[in-house]
């Protein structure tokens, strides 16, 4: 996607034999979660001057539409089952359909090994957070100087149990795929598959600043001032006083 001349700009590229085979990614916008889409912004039968449904949070909103999604390129089979070495374990097997869509020298799926994150690390506390795995991203994603992006969940998308590691790279400089380490944080023994165009990942441009951290006395004035504004209406009242529309929606 493109913004005006002179505009940031995000380009995703991939393999030629892949363009038309794959779904590309899209504005984040136009892959909410599902419960969002579906949410009306009042409750039925809620008085009109009450707040409403979580739709109308204008900061829920702008992070479930912010950046880009990058869709699974390929429908994903995970199975879990009991360890019958081990009782009360679980083991996790995930695969995607035979066709290696990137060639040989460049599987699917890869893997990580625990000691790369230590015990210390909280992705314990799930019954599989122990097996770190790896998406291998199909796309190369380029950005003006300066400008690096972050990787992240697909914000309060919670339709399955795949839970990324986040990360963030300097993306003008850096034009190579970035893979997706990830676990599947599911406790449930069964098969299940991740439909091919499901949300996996979240882009969100930015540009690289440096910031003066300070630490001050809250300002009561200029609190009391807000909230007083924020008591002359019902509802959507951070929208319509302090938010500011998204230029590229």
Same mark, same amino acid.
């Given at each position: 996607?493109?913004?005006?001349?002179?505009?940031?700009?995000?380009?995703?590229? #991939? =393999?030629? #034999?892949?363009?038309? *085979? &794959? /779904?590309?990614?899209?504005?984040?916008?136009?892959?909410?979660?599902?419960?969002?889409?579906?949410?009306?912004?009042?409750?039925?039968?809620?008085?009109?001057?009450?707040?409403? #449904?979580?739709?109308?949070?204008?900061?829920?909103?702008?992070?479930?539409?912010?950046?880009?999604?990058?869709? *699974? %390129?390929?429908? *994903?089979?995970?199975?879990?089952?009991?360890?019958?070495?081990? !009782?009360?374990? *679980?083991?996790?097997?995930?695969?995607? !359909?035979? &066709?290696?869509?990137?060639?040989?020298?460049?599987?699917?799926?890869?893997?990580? #090994?625990? $000691?790369?994150?230590?015990?210390?690390?909280?992705?314990?506390?799930?019954?599989?957070?122990?097996?770190?795995?790896?998406?291998?991203?199909? %796309?190369?994603?380029?950005?003006?100087?300066?400008?690096?992006?972050?990787?992240?969940? /697909?914000?309060?998308?919670?339709?399955?149990?795949?839970?990324?590691?986040?990360? @963030?790279? =300097?993306?003008?400089?850096?034009?190579?795929?970035?893979?997706?380490?990830?676990?599947?944080?599911?406790?449930? @023994?069964?098969?299940?598959? &991740? !439909?091919?165009? $499901? /949300?996996?990942?979240? @882009?969100? !441009?930015?540009?690289?600043?440096?910031?003066?951290?300070?630490?001050?006395?809250?300002?009561?004035?200029?609190?009391?001032?807000?909230?007083?504004?924020?008591? $002359?209406?019902?509802?959507?009242?951070?929208?319509?006083?302090?938010?500011?529309?998204?230029?590229?929606?």
């Amino acid at each position: 996607m493109f913004w005006k001349k002179d505009k940031p700009y995000i380009k995703f590229h #991939t =393999d030629k #034999t892949l363009l038309e *085979l &794959i /779904p590309h990614p899209v504005p984040s916008n136009k892959a909410m979660p599902d419960w969002f889409k579906k949410l009306k912004p009042s409750v039925k039968g809620q008085d009109k001057t009450d707040v409403g #449904t979580v739709k109308r949070c204008m900061p829920v909103l702008d992070a479930v539409s912010q950046g880009f999604i990058i869709p *699974l %390129w390929a429908d *994903l089979k995970v199975k879990v089952e009991e360890d019958e070495e081990n !009782p009360g374990d *679980l083991k996790v097997w995930v695969n995607f !359909p035979e &066709i290696n869509l990137f060639g040989d020298e460049q599987p699917l799926l890869g893997s990580h #090994t625990w $000691t790369q994150v230590s015990n210390s690390c909280d992705l314990k506390k799930f019954k599989l957070g122990k097996v770190l795995m790896k998406f291998s991203n199909p %796309w190369t994603i380029k950005t003006p100087k300066g400008y690096s992006v972050q990787f992240k969940n /697909p914000s309060s998308n919670w339709s399955n149990d795949i839970q990324l590691l986040e990360g @963030v790279v =300097d993306t003008d400089e850096y034009y190579a795929p970035v893979n997706f380490p990830f676990v599947w944080t599911g406790s449930e @023994v069964g098969e299940f598959i &991740i !439909p091919k165009g $499901t /949300p996996i990942a979240q @882009v969100i !441009p930015f540009k690289r600043n440096n910031y003066v951290l300070k630490v001050e006395e809250l300002n009561y004035k200029k609190h009391l001032l807000v909230n007083n504004r924020l008591k $002359t209406k019902f509802y959507d009242r951070y929208k319509s006083m302090f938010w500011h529309k998204r230029k590229d929606r």
